[in-house]
């Protein structure tokens, strides 16, 4: 489905969304960006609800395993930083809400994602998010579901 057609679909429901839960939801998102280049992993799932799942595919075809909960998101997530020897930096930008309600929430997002290494930094790829946010009972906003597609192989 297109970008503009998901936009006229948006909905608000459930009262008054506070634009801090927009700015909270997004330090969201940036802490799965910040913990996977950092290789903090503990920072990086506590994006994710316990019972998250993270799904990823190229638009070559590839598709991965669906991650299936947060202590797998962390380790499979933990074993590809691993396997990396350059920096990377995830670059997420142009949120859209296509969904916020008071205790959840859709947003998509751009993926712009660099590598750092011997003094040369380049464009590893591209791609697009879809996550399904949750506030949980402590008040913090975090990935029910996260849908990663690349453009091309990382």
């Avoid at 839960?21 to 280049?37: H, N, P, Q, V």
């Avoid at 290789?39 to 506590?46: A, F, P, S, Y």
Wanted: glycine share 8%.
């Amino acid at each position: 489905m297109s970008t503009r057609r998901l936009l006229k679909k948006r909905v608000k429901k459930g009262g008054i969304i506070l634009s801090e839960d927009r700015w909270l939801i997004m330090e969201t998102l940036s802490k799965y960006a910040w913990g996977y280049d950092d290789n903090d992993m503990e920072m990086m799932g506590d994006s994710f609800t316990e019972d998250g799942i993270m799904n990823m595919k190229i638009t070559n075809g590839t598709v991965y395993n669906p991650m299936l909960g947060r202590n797998a998101i962390v380790k499979i997530m933990g074993d590809i930083r691993n396997s990396q020897t350059d920096q990377r930096r995830h670059i997420i930008s142009n949120p859209i809400f296509l969904r916020l309600e008071k205790n959840s929430a859709e947003v998509i997002t751009f993926l712009t994602l660099t590598a750092a290494e011997n003094n040369t930094v380049k464009l590893v790829t591209t791609g697009t998010y879809r996550d399904l946010v949750v506030k949980g009972s402590d008040g913090v906003w975090r990935s029910k579901q996260k849908d990663l597609v690349m453009d091309c192989p990382f």
